[in-house]
């Protein structure tokens, strides 16, 4: 595990956007672990969070011209990457999201921000279904730009309603990475070496066994 992913769930965990217990998916499974990018609120925080997605695209080796962030997680995780970005290689990166609803007065449109142009790259917190990814892949590609990629804070690694996950689905269907900060194997590796999450390990390696995939 590298330095930014351990920061970043340990980060995930203190905040408590990290849980352990009992959740019902809806998928109908019972998830010994939970993910809610939405706790990670405060200014050094969004700050951490910045750094764990620029070093995951480090790694990656995604060129990209702007970023783009779903609404409504993927909007605070893209300006939090983008102000990283500049911050740390010096790089002025733009930034769209989109609204849920079209506005239809004022300045009109369904995006905020930049317009979607060249290489975009989507910023989200985790793929499910991958219904908002493709629905982003739709609004970019109506507006003549293309997806070079996907990075997300957390890929569960699991199976969807067939053999592959939803990341390896999108990866699959559309061509093009799907890059996380760090997924299950990452969280059971740190739970295994942490001795005050270590009641948790049976639990998660149990799930991975039921349900994982083999990362790609």
Not at 19 to 48: H, T, V, W
Not at 78 to 91: D, W
Not at 127 to 150: D, K, M, N, P, Q
């Given at each position: 595990?590298?330095?930014?992913?351990?920061?970043?769930?340990?980060?995930?965990?203190?905040?408590?956007?990290?849980?352990?217990?009992?959740?019902?998916l809806?998928?109908?499974?019972?998830?010994p672990?939970?993910?809610?990018?939405g706790?990670i609120?405060?200014?050094?925080?969004?700050?951490?969070?910045g750094?764990?997605?620029?070093?995951?695209?480090?790694?990656?080796?995604?060129?990209?011209?702007?970023?783009?962030?779903?609404?409504y997680?993927?909007?605070?995780?893209?300006?939090?990457?983008s102000?990283?970005?500049?911050?740390?290689?010096g790089?002025?990166?733009?930034?769209?999201?989109?609204?849920?609803e079209?506005?239809?007065?004022?300045?009109?449109?369904?995006l905020?921000?930049?317009?979607?142009?060249?290489?975009?790259?989507?910023?989200?917190?985790v793929?499910t279904a991958?219904?908002?990814i493709?629905?982003?892949?739709?609004?970019?590609?109506?507006?003549?730009?293309?997806?070079?990629?996907?990075?997300?804070?957390?890929?569960?690694?699991?199976?969807?309603?067939?053999?592959?996950?939803?990341?390896?689905?999108?990866?699959?269907?559309?061509?093009?990475?799907?890059?996380?900060?760090?997924?299950?194997?990452?969280?059971?590796?740190?739970?295994?070496?942490?001795?005050?999450?270590?009641e948790?390990?049976?639990?998660?390696?149990?799930?991975?066994?039921?349900?994982?995939?083999?990362?790609?």
């Amino acid at each position: 595990m590298l330095q930014y992913q351990r920061d970043f769930l340990e980060l995930a965990i203190a905040r408590d956007a990290l849980r352990f217990g009992s959740f019902a998916l809806k998928s109908g499974r019972e998830s010994p672990y939970f993910f809610n990018a939405g706790q990670i609120s405060s200014g050094s925080d969004l700050a951490a969070l910045g750094r764990a997605y620029a070093g995951a695209l480090a790694q990656a080796g995604i060129d990209y011209d702007m970023l783009f962030g779903p609404a409504y997680k993927g909007i605070a995780l893209a300006v939090a990457l983008s102000i990283e970005l500049a911050s740390r290689e010096g790089r002025n990166v733009p930034v769209a999201f989109n609204r849920k609803e079209a506005k239809s007065h004022g300045e009109g449109g369904a995006l905020i921000g930049a317009p979607l142009v060249g290489r975009v790259l989507i910023v989200d917190d985790v793929i499910t279904a991958g219904t908002a990814i493709r629905e982003s892949l739709e609004l970019i590609a109506t507006h003549g730009a293309r997806a070079s990629g996907v990075v997300v804070a957390l890929d569960r690694e699991e199976r969807g309603a067939g053999d592959l996950s939803a990341v390896q689905e999108v990866t699959r269907e559309f061509g093009i990475p799907v890059v996380a900060i760090a997924g299950l194997a990452d969280l059971v590796e740190l739970v295994g070496t942490n001795p005050a999450l270590l009641e948790h390990g049976p639990a998660l390696r149990h799930y991975r066994e039921r349900f994982g995939t083999p990362p790609t």
